[in-house]
């Protein structure tokens, strides 16, 4: 089935979202969380390859409608910071709901992958909803708010080792406050990367190596975790 936009109950309304079906039918559903810059053409293209892989995936549009151009960083973080914090885990919470009884997807559990703001955002998801048994952080950090006890997932961490917004040091101390509240999880860091490695569309931190490595890594952890 073509990848494409749905809209599914959220917050007592709908909530856009960029939906990729495999072509075999469904697989094991991943929420995919956004960065900063909004449900961009990236965002969607991580959706459409993990559905060639197996997984039926969700792209929920946080921002409603609303992309920042990748030359625009200063609009990007004016955007991330009025989120509406308690809106955006209600539409996260609600892509997981879509994919387990919409029957889109198969299985009662499902994944999270995010970047950047993402990153911290599916963390946070993790912690909102049991159903997420597999959450994977690409070089963002929660909110001191998000209550870690409460994840039931296992977290699989990628991060540079060149990152203002989340640094070796904050990575190292989300591992810290993950390994207290009980939660099992694995954290790569990558040498001679800058935040946002992953994204192919921003050709200054693009690192093709690195993506690979990654990518290998989050398809093995979610075959591993949610099955094929």
């Not at 919470?93 to 992958?113: F, K, M, N, Q």
């Not at 911290?120 to 006890?149: F, I, K, Q």
Request: net charge negative.
């Amino acid at each position: 089935m073509p990848a494409r936009m749905i809209e599914f109950a959220s917050n007592g309304t709908t909530t856009p979202g960029h939906l990729s079906v495999p072509a075999p039918g469904p697989g094991p559903g991943v929420v995919v969380i956004q960065e900063w810059w909004g449900l961009v053409d990236h965002i969607k293209s991580v959706a459409d390859r993990l559905a060639a892989e197996g997984f039926t995936a969700l792209a929920p549009d946080l921002y409603q409608g609303r992309a920042v151009g990748l030359d625009e960083p200063d609009e990007a973080g004016k955007a991330a910071m009025a989120l509406d914090t308690e809106r955006s885990g209600r539409d996260m919470a609600g892509a997981v709901d879509h994919l387990t009884a919409s029957g889109e997807a198969r299985g009662a559990v499902v994944g999270v992958i995010g970047f950047c703001m993402g990153g911290g955002l599916a963390v946070r998801l993790a912690s909102l909803r049991e159903s997420v048994a597999a959450c994977v952080d690409y070089y963002g950090v929660p909110d001191a708010a998000t209550d870690l006890s409460r994840i039931r997932a296992r977290i699989l961490g990628h991060f540079a080792d060149h990152d203002d917004y989340a640094s070796p040091a904050a990575a190292q101390a989300l591992g810290e406050r993950l390994r207290a509240a009980g939660v099992a999880h694995e954290f790569h860091t990558y040498p001679d990367t800058q935040h946002a490695f992953f994204n192919d569309d921003r050709p200054g931190v693009y690192s093709p190596a690195a993506a690979r490595l990654s990518w290998e890594r989050t398809l093995a952890f979610l075959r591993e975790v949610l099955g094929r």
